[in-house]
């Protein structure tokens, strides 16, 4: 049986049918949408009446020449209905490009900014298993190509509808051989037409993916030019991509070649029936069957008809192609959020800073078991250190109290409160992380220390910036709190990276304080500086500390020393070395301040 689809309460509700999720934002655009297809259905219905206008002038000017009457005169209605008729034409084409001028990017931007807020409610296993630039690339091509698709409905397909419509009545009236002949090649070319060009929804698909792949593998290398540069990996690099970008060009000619089938088949079949109406038409004439002006219209509205059939052949390629685009990008983002909050969750409260976890068990997947029936209390205000290989569990520990990934078993309860039916907002927001590699927006450091709390005044944000120790070096800065980060904050070093995170949870100001070993990778002096800020911003808070290191941690209240998903260690830095047990042999054999990989090391 399947999994249900659960989606957060607060996602937009966005379908993973590429046509129901199209109809979703047109829907939300419809009063805008009536009025271009209002205009559209005007200009398309003047264009095919400009050949009756021409025909009723051709027969006006052979009745003048017939009757020696003047030309002007006799032609005087005629000439009036086709300036009225091009005049028609620009009214309603400039009418509906004003529409569309106000309409068009703000359903854009509403695409992309429900894909994207659809796209932050899911997990962290999610975003690790995606390239950020894959994902961004997909919410610019599902957009892009939900407009071209509109636009394909409503400039190409509908306007075809009203122009065979009006053609073939007054063809009707004029010659009914012709005009079911033309009804007939319509009905089967359009329908051709749509059977073929639907197959290279699946071919689009293939290549949307490939191509959103060979930009997440650019994002990445990009991001990451300092190590091809340092291990001279460039022509590496270069050779990598190509492997990809081979791969997108195999699934482009894929599709593009189908589609010039395709079109073989297509202009071929218009120009056999294009000379075929027009011979046709010729023959009736010759047999007194129609007037010159009959002729001359019979063969304009065949030949609109036919090109307009024929722009509809390209038009359904290019339909189904974005309809594949969105199809894989709706396939990518519209998955079921894998952590939601339950209905009618409350915030969370804390008063005090308990964690705790009973009986708690994990794995990330069948067969990786990290926590069976865990259980450990962490005491309001205590400073708790965790230690272990790489491995053992600590970081697993630290992302379920973030609640980044749900226990299959147990509770998990921050002041006697299960985290699980809290929301989950409130529990980050009573929660400071400072990782040992914080990530930076590309926004100044003014924005990036105000990330804390947004409300926070200037001064509030230079007070914190001081007691984090990196207010010196902000205003070294060329533009000091204007100074944009660089992505990621390349611009800064890690130090400076580290203080600006400090001073971000010091605004923050969480009753609960996770740190991954914040300092382990700076040298001394910088160490110093950043303790300081840290030893501030732990005062009053209760303190998890990831540890590389154990002499950073030796002087927490109480030190959780973690072996294979277990707790084997529970005591202070000298109750644990006094015990002579796992603790103090890590202890004893660290090298250069750090543990090793394992025992055996």
């Known amino acids: 049986m399947d999994a249900p689809f659960t989606i957060a309460d607060d996602a937009p509700p966005l379908s993973r049918s590429p046509w129901r999720f199209v109809l979703h934002f047109y829907l939300k655009a419809r009063t805008a949408l009536i009025a271009i297809f209002f205009f559209e259905a005007g200009q398309a219905a003047c264009t095919i009446l400009l050949p009756y206008a021409v025909k009723e002038i051709i027969d006006a000017v052979t009745l003048a020449n017939d009757t020696g009457a003047s030309v002007f005169a006799t032609a005087q209605n005629a000439l009036i209905l086709f300036a009225l008729l091009n005049l028609g034409i620009v009214l309603f084409s400039r009418a509906s490009g004003a529409v569309l001028v106000m309409t068009g990017p703000r359903l854009r ?72 002949v033309l009804t007939v090649w319509l009905a089967i070319y359009v329908y051709a037409s749509y059977v073929l060009a639907k197959r290279c929804r699946v071919y689009a698909k293939d290549f949307a993916e490939a191509r959103s792949l060979v930009t997440g593998k650019i994002v990445d290398s990009v991001t990451n030019v300092m190590n091809a540069k340092m291990f001279a990996r460039r022509r590496f690099e270069e ?27 297509q202009f071929s079949a218009a120009m056999v029936l294009m000379l075929a109406m027009v011979g046709y038409a010729l023959k009736i004439w010759s047999d007194g069957g129609m007037s010159v002006g009959d002729f001359s219209m019979v063969a304009g509205l065949a030949i609109m008809l036919i090109e307009a059939a024929r722009g509809l052949s390209r038009s359904f390629l290019e ?36 964690i ?9 997947k069948e067969g990786l078991q990290v926590f069976d029936h865990l259980t450990v209390t962490i005491e309001p205000g205590q400073q708790v250190g965790l230690v272990g290989f790489s491995g053992s569990g600590k970081s697993t520990f630290v992302n379920l109290i973030l609640r980044l990934f749900e226990p299959q078993a147990g509770v998990i309860a921050i002041d006697g409160q299960d985290i699980l039916t809290v929301t989950q907002d409130s529990l980050r927001e009573n929660v400071s992380m400072i990782p040992q ?83 382990s990778a700076l040298d001394s002096v910088t160490e110093k500086q950043i303790q300081q800020g840290l030893d501030f911003l732990m005062q009053g808070k209760t303190v998890v500390v990831v540890a590389h290191r154990l002499s950073t941690i030796s002087h927490m209240d ?26 103090a042999r890590l202890w004893n054999m660290q090298a250069g301040g750090f543990l090793p990989e394992s025992i055996e090391t």
Do not use: C
Request: charged letters at 20%.
């Open 437 to 519: 590699d914080p990530m930076l927006f590309h926004r100044s450091l003014m924005e990036n220390i105000r990330y804390g709390r947004l409300e926070a005044s200037d001064d509030e944000v230079i007070e914190a910036a001081q007691k984090a120790h990196a207010h010196d070096f902000i205003l070294q800065t060329e533009q000091g709190y204007a100074s944009l980060v660089g992505e990621r904050g390349v611009k800064l070093s890690g130090g400076q990276r580290q203080r600006i995170a400090i001073a971000r949870a010091i605004l923050k100001n969480a009753p609960i304080l996770i740190l991954d070993e914040a300092t």
């Open 558 to 583: 109480r030190i959780l020393v973690f072996d294979s998903g277990n707790i084997v260690e529970d005591g202070s830095h000298a109750e644990l070395l006094q015990q002579g047990g796992h603790y």
């Open 319 to 354: 339909f189904f192609e974005y309809i594949g685009n969105i199809s894989d990008g709706v396939s990518t983002f519209i998955q079921p959020h894998e952590i939601v909050d339950k209905p009618g969750a409350d915030a969370l409260r804390v008063t005090r800073g308990e």
């Open 356 to 364: 705790a976890f009973h009986d708690v068990s994990f794995a990330y």
């Open 239 to 265: 050779d990598y991509l190509t492997d990809y970008l081979n791969h997108e060009v195999n699934h482009a000619l894929r599709t593009f070649w189908y589609m010039e089938k395709l079109r073989w088949f």
């Open 109 to 180: 931007a509403d695409i992309r900014k429900s894909l994207f807020s659809y796209l932050q409610h899911h997990s962290h296993r999610y975003f690790v298993s995606h390239f950020a630039g894959s994902l961004a690339n997909r919410i610019a091509e599902v957009s892009m190509s939900s407009m071209h698709a509109l636009w394909a409905i409503t400039f190409d397909f509908y306007p075809l509808i009203i122009k065979s419509t009006v053609a073939l009545i007054i063809l009707f009236t004029t010659s009914p051989q012709l005009a079911l």
